[in-house]
């Protein structure tokens, strides 16, 4: 059974069966007399090409009706039953399986073979014309529909493929943000914890904060993973973190060791949900990279108008240098890039007159 799955095979077998009958009906058919030899080569000509009617359609449709036109030609055009299934079956092929141009060569070389075969028949009346010429046009035309349709298909599945896996870049785009932001915040005050050991109210105060990260990090996984169980909506998880949540993310932030300072200029509420979380997103990854590869200070500015909103957060390059790129970081700053390349915005980020800089910009225009 599975070799009948193999078009190869299935008309390799289609071929087989229909020479047989052609064979059969050449030797025995009372009207193949005298011509049996002439015959049986025209009928195996229409026959055997068939079983490249995919691979080869136009060239396998041209055989066909070369045996076609040649028992045409042999004698009076006889009645016999696998002339019909071999010229369907061919025309078909050449519309299902042939480019636009040579499927319609096809169909004017099958018309051509009816004629001369309409003309070898005997007492030939217009039906004797019509009749297979308007069968094997239909052959052709359900074959050449079914072209069309496989395309559509073919178009439709490349576009749910491309769906598919830009929900999966921003799902992963999404878990490394809360993980690396969330996991590198909980290391850097457990380090700060262990430091202040000897120290019950600055230990305390160490862990306190290591609950509330590891908190606002299960929250906010609750959410994402709500979202992709079956029957939920984002609107029935929590809400995704936006810039009216910045003030909690400094706080985290300077919980762990990092001084930052911000600057808001304009009203951040009412952002597109997309817009604010993807700003959100790009403050949270620049904070995530200070802490991790710097410990020094940060200064972050969100500025607000009417086409957009931009990002900026700087951080004094430490004495060791700054890599952000390294030990994997280099993901988060990609992930921001394209996080803002998604809404037409702009993205940069690297070293300026002794500060690292990451910048990013918005625009609001285009952002239904």
């Known amino acids: 059974m599975d070799a009948l799955r193999r078009p190869a095979i299935l008309d390799g077998l289609i071929a087989a069966a229909l020479l047989a009958l052609a064979q059969a009906e050449t030797w025995l058919s009372p009207e193949t007399a005298g011509r049996r030899p002439e015959a049986a080569l025209c009928a195996a000509l229409m026959t055997v090409p068939l079983a490249w009617r995919r691979s080869h359609p136009l060239a396998s449709l041209t055989a066909v009706m070369a045996g076609f036109a040649g028992l045409a030609l042999t ?25 636009a141009e040579r499927a319609v060569v096809g169909l004017g ?10 003309a070898r028949t005997a007492d030939a009346t217009v039906t004797d014309l019509t009749a297979p010429a308007l069968m094997f046009a239909g052959a052709w035309f359900v074959g050449r529909s079914q072209l069309v349709r496989r395309m559509r298909l073919g178009k439709a599945e490349a576009r749910a493929e491309a769906a598919a896996a830009e929900e999966r870049r921003r799902i992963a785009r999404e878990l490394h943000d809360i993980v690396a932001h969330r996991v590198s915040t909980i290391v850097v005050q457990a380090e700060a914890g262990l430091a202040t050991a000897s120290e019950p109210e600055r230990a305390e105060e160490a862990f306190g904060a290591i609950a509330g990260s590891g908190r606002l990090a299960l929250g906010e996984l609750r959410s994402l993973l709500g979202v992709l169980r079956d029957g939920q909506t984002p609107a029935a998880t929590a809400p995704q973190p936006g810039l009216t949540r910045l003030g909690e993310l400094l706080a985290e932030t300077r919980s762990a060791g990092v001084p930052v300072a911000a600057r ?7 952002l597109p949900a997309e817009i604010d979380l993807a700003a959100y997103r790009v403050v949270q990854e620049a904070l995530t990279n200070v ?11 969100i500025r607000r108008d009417r086409a957009a909103v931009a990002v900026e957060v700087r951080n004094p390059l430490p004495a060791a240098g700054f ?3 390294a030990r ?14 998604v809404y037409r ?13 990451v910048r990013a910009r918005l625009p609001l225009e285009d952002a239904a």
């Open 323 to 325: 890599a952000p790129y």
């Open 291 to 301: 802490l991790r590869h710097a410990r020094t200070s940060a200064e972050v500015e």
């Open 109 to 118: 070389i099958a018309l051509v073979a009816v004629g001369l075969g309409a």
């Open 75 to 99: 004698g009076e055009l006889p009645t016999v039953i696998f002339l019909l299934p071999v010229g369907l079956l061919s025309l078909y092929s050449c519309g299902a399986h042939a480019s």
């Open 345 to 357: 915005g702009d993205f940069s980020a690297g070293a300026s007159e002794g500060e690292f800089v």
């Open 264 to 270: 808001v200029d304009g009203d951040l509420a009412g």
């Open 328 to 341: 994997g970081a280099g993901q988060g700053l990609e992930g921001m890039r394209e996080r803002v390349r």
